[in-house]
């Protein structure tokens, strides 16, 4: 088994409570099935969208924005999976895909390369 | 949380009504953006933790929180609600201030304050409808076409310029203290039978939102209720009518999804509590001289359910509250099913007739139970080929598959001869 780190990127909330709700709905549903088909290590943590930016020599302090808020990561998890096609496999299921957002699969480095 | 569960819906008339206390009414569009952020967080921290124990609590203390950012953020450059004075520009009422509006009884009082405020004596009947259903029920722009079957362009345009009249009160109706609440309590009543009817007769008979509409209508009645000044015996007829109503919806449509007029339902299915609940509100109406229209049609309901079928149903009775209900409040429609009633009583010859002396019946024109009622009619006076014709006709009128559906059994019924109640 292998770890990867999937990085929620952009996805646009639902506009309307309805939608809102609907898309949570979604993501629990989503999370309860990698969790029990034991892919996920850590469910991770949701990210604020507003922070600090620090940078280089002169040690700067900006506010955001970052890059723009369609690429802005919005939350990881930390999952389990044979190999970088699986979890690819599994991000598919993501509820972010359907509103314009995208996962970003990063496998996370092994220690005896 | 179960999917029919309407939770962001359900909190969101709640926020906006409080937000929109605290801000002022001009300041709604901002209220609407608090709403939307607290949704926002809601949705990242709970899709990655899990939903808390009291949901509904977070949502508040969410947007009470994001409330006081805003306020402390913008009120510089903002007024907000007149009747809250200066309590805002200090930082020693201001906390207690917007703590007070979020109690649970000024979260009711403010829901009230608002439904007063959209039923703005600028605003058209539907649009004062729409503003309630988008927002203090939480639907969206096209959930509230949904249930109107319009346009989305069409209601959203209604909707804006709602709201623009809304904001553009000065105050949100107080309640308390208005000296014009007996005036406007008649357009809210009205407002919320609107609604309620929607769902219960409207055309989007076959779309989830219908008994959401009754569901909602409800709701916002029992608020009505709760608050002494508006629970008047027209308010408690008007639930009354609501729960004698919805008590049948179980039953409209039947186990093979089809619908199921008043004679044919299996009355076994009606729901005894919600009956229960409208006959206690109806004899809690019948204080004081006032007898509304809501009074006669919630009797109405209340005979149908005191009867097994159509055959032992009081059809005396009926006719004679229809007729107090063309006094109260005349429209062809009520003129139609008065008719109905008077051919369970005396013959379909009758009731033929009386369809042929209503008055403004071109209004009826395009409404398929029109030419269903008369279909049935020539039916049972055996006329089996006239009726098919209306039954065609009605067909023409349908809005919605299952109506579609109901009529072709009706005019399949004719070459057999079957009459239906």
Request: aromatic share 8%; proline share 5%.
């Given at each position: 088994?292998?770890?990867?780190?999937?990085?929620?990127r952009?996805?646009?909330?639902?506009r309307?409570?309805?939608?809102?709700?609907?898309?949570?709905?979604?993501?629990?549903?989503?999370?309860?099935?990698?969790?029990q088909?034991?892919?996920?290590?850590?469910?991770?943590?949701?990210?604020?969208?507003?922070?600090?930016?620090?940078?280089?020599?002169?040690?700067?302090?900006?506010?955001?924005?970052?890059?723009?808020?369609?690429?802005?990561?919005?939350?990881?998890?930390l999952?389990?999976?044979?190999?970088?096609?699986?979890?690819?496999?599994?991000?598919?299921?993501?509820?972010?895909?359907?509103?314009?957002?995208?996962?970003?699969?990063?496998?996370?480095?092994k220690?005896?390369? | 949380?179960?999917?029919?569960?309407?939770?962001?819906?359900?909190?969101?008339?709640?926020?906006?009504?409080?937000?929109?206390?605290?801000?002022?009414?001009?300041?709604?569009?901002?209220?609407?953006?608090?709403?939307?952020?607290?949704?926002?967080?809601?949705?990242?921290?709970w899709k990655?933790?899990?939903?808390?124990?009291n949901?509904?609590?977070?949502?508040?203390?969410?947007?009470?929180?994001?409330?006081?950012?805003?306020?402390?953020?913008?009120?510089?450059?903002?007024?907000?609600?007149?009747?809250?004075?200066?309590?805002l520009?200090?930082?020693?009422?201001?906390?207690?201030?917007?703590?007070e509006?979020?109690?649970?009884?000024?979260?009711?009082?403010?829901?009230?304050?608002?439904?007063?405020?959209?039923?703005?004596?600028r605003?058209?009947?539907?649009?004062?409808?729409?503003?309630?259903?988008?927002i203090?029920?939480?639907?969206?722009?096209?959930?509230?076409?949904?249930?109107?079957?319009?346009?989305?362009?069409?209601?959203?345009?209604?909707?804006?310029?709602?709201k623009?009249?809304?904001?553009?009160?000065?105050?949100?109706?107080?309640?308390?203290?208005?000296?014009?609440?007996?005036?406007?309590?008649?357009?809210?009543?009205?407002?919320?039978?609107?609604?309620?009817?929607?769902?219960?007769h409207?055309?989007?008979?076959?779309?989830?939102?219908?008994?959401?509409l009754?569901?909602?209508?409800?709701?916002?009645?029992?608020?009505?209720?709760?608050?002494?000044?508006?629970?008047?015996?027209?308010?408690?007829?008007l639930?009354?009518?609501?729960?004698?109503?919805?008590?049948?919806?179980?039953?409209?449509?039947?186990?093979?999804?089809?619908?199921?007029?008043?004679?044919?339902?299996?009355?076994?299915?009606?729901d005894?509590?919600?009956i229960a609940?409208?006959?206690?509100?109806?004899?809690?109406?019948?204080?004081?001289?006032?007898l509304?229209?809501?009074?006669?049609?919630?009797a109405?309901?209340?005979?149908?359910?005191?009867?097994h079928?159509?055959?032992?149903?009081?059809?005396?009775?009926?006719?004679?509250?229809?007729?107090?209900?063309?006094?109260l409040?005349?429209?062809?429609?009520?003129?139609?099913?008065?008719?109905?009633?008077?051919?369970?009583?005396?013959?379909?010859?009758?009731?033929?007739?009386?369809?042929?002396?209503?008055?403004?019946?071109?209004?009826?024109?395009?409404?398929?139970?029109?030419?269903?009622?008369?279909?049935?009619?020539?039916l049972?006076?055996?006329?089996?080929?006239?009726?098919?014709?209306?039954?065609?006709?009605?067909?023409?009128?349908?809005?919605?598959?299952?109506?579609?559906?109901f009529?072709?059994?009706?005019?399949?019924?004719?070459?057999?001869?079957?009459?239906v109640?």
């Amino acid at each position: 088994m292998s770890e990867f780190v999937f990085l929620y990127r952009g996805g646009e909330a639902g506009r309307s409570p309805e939608r809102a709700q609907q898309s949570m709905q979604k993501w629990m549903a989503w999370f309860k099935e990698l969790g029990q088909s034991g892919h996920v290590k850590d469910q991770g943590q949701p990210l604020e969208r507003t922070g600090k930016l620090v940078k280089g020599k002169q040690k700067t302090v900006t506010d955001g924005p970052f890059p723009e808020a369609k690429d802005l990561v919005g939350g990881y998890t930390l999952i389990e999976a044979r190999d970088l096609a699986q979890a690819v496999e599994l991000s598919k299921g993501c509820p972010i895909l359907e509103v314009d957002g995208a996962v970003e699969v990063r496998p996370v480095m092994k220690l005896n390369m | 949380m179960e999917p029919s569960d309407h939770l962001f819906r359900r909190e969101a008339g709640r926020m906006v009504a409080t937000l929109t206390r605290i801000f002022g009414v001009h300041n709604l569009a901002l209220a609407e953006d608090v709403v939307q952020d607290a949704f926002c967080r809601a949705l990242e921290v709970w899709k990655f933790r899990g939903m808390p124990e009291n949901p509904s609590a977070w949502l508040m203390a969410t947007a009470k929180n994001r409330a006081l950012d805003a306020l402390r953020r913008e009120r510089t450059a903002r007024t907000f609600a007149p009747e809250l004075g200066r309590t805002l520009d200090s930082e020693w009422t201001l906390a207690p201030a917007v703590e007070e509006l979020f109690e649970t009884h000024a979260i009711a009082d403010g829901q009230l304050r608002m439904m007063f405020s959209c039923c703005h004596p600028r605003l058209p009947e539907e649009a004062q409808v729409a503003l309630m259903l988008h927002i203090l029920c939480g639907f969206s722009v096209d959930e509230v076409a949904a249930a109107f079957v319009s346009s989305h362009d069409a209601m959203e345009k209604r909707i804006v310029r709602a709201k623009k009249v809304l904001a553009g009160s000065r105050k949100l109706f107080d309640v308390l203290s208005a000296d014009d609440l007996a005036v406007r309590l008649l357009a809210v009543q009205r407002a919320l039978y609107l609604l309620f009817n929607e769902g219960y007769h409207g055309a989007s008979s076959e779309s989830p939102v219908r008994a959401d509409l009754c569901q909602e209508a409800m709701r916002l009645t029992r608020l009505l209720l709760d608050h002494p000044p508006a629970a008047t015996p027209a308010t408690r007829a008007l639930f009354a009518l609501m729960c004698l109503h919805a008590a049948r919806l179980p039953a409209r449509i039947d186990a093979s999804g089809e619908l199921r007029s008043l004679f044919e339902q299996d009355r076994s299915r009606w729901d005894a509590s919600l009956i229960a609940e409208g006959q206690r509100l109806l004899d809690l109406a019948a204080t004081g001289p006032e007898l509304t229209e809501y009074h006669v049609e919630a009797a109405i309901a209340w005979v149908h359910t005191t009867a097994h079928g159509a055959e032992d149903t009081d059809w005396g009775m009926i006719v004679t509250f229809y007729n107090k209900l063309m006094n109260l409040r005349p429209s062809p429609v009520v003129a139609l099913n008065r008719a109905i009633a008077i051919a369970q009583r005396d013959g379909p010859q009758r009731g033929i007739e009386e369809i042929r002396a209503i008055a403004n019946s071109d209004r009826l024109s395009a409404y398929p139970f029109y030419h269903a009622a008369l279909g049935e009619f020539e039916l049972r006076s055996g006329r089996h080929e006239i009726a098919r014709e209306h039954f065609m006709a009605a067909l023409t009128f349908a809005r919605n598959p299952m109506e579609r559906r109901f009529l072709e059994q009706r005019a399949r019924a004719c070459n057999t001869g079957t009459p239906v109640g």
